[in-house]
């Protein structure tokens, strides 16, 4: 996203504000749910989606102080309006139990959603049982492959500020398929061995910003796919972590690259890698270029910087890639 782009992105989010101030509020008490932690209130976010989401005019969404236990919800559009705004003041909590959303492929997912800000809050993912059922080998929902807290799919868009996302099952927020999205003050937590808690996944995408943000986590701080274009980092603080990875790439034979990727002013402490690109050792039409890394600081970082064009996780290789 460039400056004149990025300028219009916030004035347009400017006048949403400004619009909000005097739109209708659906509070998600008002439709039942219970701010003690342990009441099922996923249908009540639900319906003030639904009543958000049919209405002509810009909204707010209101999540006030409390905890809230949810399983898996969707908020999925194409919506009556394009300024629905979601503003948490309390913690979205999920269960404790593995098998209660990990069958499902998300928690918080929206979908075909065009124009949404969600500002505040705390998202528990509740991580901790799933990360010892992988770690003891056991059997696991078979959701766990592919969980994560924050997902947007095909949405345009789209601000996420003063965020706090913690001990994700797996992904903390994950962007796929959508244009123009911003992320700022985001504050995403896992410990250090906590396997396959990405901080932020990108992909298939365009026009994707992160500033002001923290990423402390088991995986990568923020993983690029294929199909990413047009992305900007700026004062980012990754640690621990295994830093901001662009790839793996190359894996199929057709595959969109990757492009036009700006990453300035990070800091990493204490992570496995700085900044990488990865990538598989066989044919692919993939591509990773126009990549501006800059004023990058490293404190106790083993691979500061690290391009790995024969990437292979297990021993699963192709014949071009030496074994493991």
Same mark, same amino acid.
């Given at each position: 996203?460039?400056?004149?782009?990025?300028?219009?992105?916030?004035?347009?989010?400017?006048?949403?504000?400004?619009?909000?101030?005097?739109?209708?509020?659906?509070?998600?008490?008002?439709?039942?749910?219970?701010?003690?932690?342990?009441?099922?209130?996923?249908?009540?976010?639900?319906?003030?989606?639904?009543?958000?989401?049919?209405?002509?005019?810009?909204?707010?969404?209101?999540?006030?102080?409390?905890?809230?236990?949810?399983?898996?919800?969707?908020?999925?559009?194409? @919506?009556?309006?394009?300024?629905?705004?979601?503003?948490?003041?309390?913690?979205?909590?999920?269960?404790?139990?593995i098998w209660a959303i990990g069958n499902n492929p998300?928690?918080?997912?929206?979908?075909?959603?065009?124009?949404?800000?969600?500002?505040?809050?705390?998202?528990?993912?509740?991580?901790?049982?799933?990360?010892?059922?992988?770690?003891?080998?056991?059997?696991?929902?078979?959701?766990?492959?592919?969980?994560?807290?924050?997902?947007?799919?095909? @949405?345009?868009?789209?601000?996420?500020?003063?965020?706090?996302?913690?001990?994700?099952?797996?992904?903390?927020?994950?962007?796929?398929?959508?244009?123009?999205?911003?992320?700022?003050?985001?504050?995403?937590?896992?410990?250090?061995?906590?396997?396959?808690?990405?901080?932020?996944?990108?992909?298939?995408?365009?026009?994707?910003?992160?500033?002001?943000?923290?990423?402390?986590?088991?995986?990568?701080?923020?993983?690029?796919?294929?199909?990413?274009?047009?992305?900007r980092i700026e004062n980012f603080a990754c640690g621990?972590?295994?830093?901001?990875?662009?790839?793996?790439?190359?894996?199929?034979?057709?595959?969109?690259?990757?492009?036009?990727?700006?990453?300035?002013?990070?800091?990493?402490?204490g992570t496995t890698n700085g900044l990488r690109i990865?990538?598989?050792?066989?044919?692919?039409?993939?591509?990773?270029?126009?990549?501006?890394?800059?004023?990058?600081?490293?404190?106790?970082?083993?691979?500061?910087?690290?391009?790995?064009?024969?990437?292979?996780?297990?021993?699963? @290789?192709?014949?071009?890639?030496?074994?493991?």
């Amino acid at each position: 996203m460039n400056n004149s782009a990025l300028l219009s992105f916030l004035c347009l989010f400017a006048l949403l504000h400004q619009s909000l101030a005097a739109s209708p509020q659906f509070n998600v008490i008002q439709f039942g749910a219970k701010p003690d932690g342990r009441t099922d209130s996923t249908s009540a976010f639900l319906a003030a989606w639904k009543q958000a989401c049919s209405s002509t005019r810009g909204v707010t969404l209101y999540v006030p102080k409390g905890r809230f236990l949810t399983r898996s919800m969707l908020f999925k559009g194409p @919506c009556r309006n394009s300024a629905i705004f979601i503003r948490i003041d309390g913690t979205l909590v999920a269960p404790s139990d593995i098998w209660a959303i990990g069958n499902n492929p998300n928690w918080i997912e929206f979908q075909y959603v065009n124009g949404v800000t969600i500002s505040g809050g705390v998202l528990d993912g509740k991580g901790a049982p799933l990360w010892s059922c992988k770690l003891a080998g056991r059997k696991c929902p078979t959701g766990a492959t592919v969980q994560q807290t924050l997902g947007f799919s095909f @949405c345009n868009n789209v601000l996420v500020s003063g965020v706090t996302s913690l001990n994700s099952q797996m992904f903390h927020v994950v962007i796929n398929f959508c244009r123009n999205v911003k992320l700022q003050g985001v504050r995403i937590s896992a410990p250090g061995n906590s396997p396959n808690t990405d901080g932020i996944h990108i992909q298939m995408s365009t026009g994707v910003t992160v500033v002001n943000t923290k990423v402390a986590t088991g995986d990568d701080c923020v993983s690029i796919g294929p199909g990413a274009a047009n992305l900007r980092i700026e004062n980012f603080a990754c640690g621990p972590g295994h830093g901001i990875s662009i790839g793996s790439l190359g894996k199929n034979v057709n595959e969109p690259g990757v492009q036009n990727v700006t990453v300035k002013s990070t800091t990493f402490t204490g992570t496995t890698n700085g900044l990488r690109i990865k990538s598989w050792g066989k044919p692919s039409n993939g591509f990773a270029r126009n990549i501006l890394f800059q004023h990058a600081t490293m404190n106790n970082v083993q691979n500061p910087i690290f391009i790995d064009q024969r990437y292979c996780p297990d021993r699963n @290789c192709p014949d071009t890639v030496k074994k493991n």
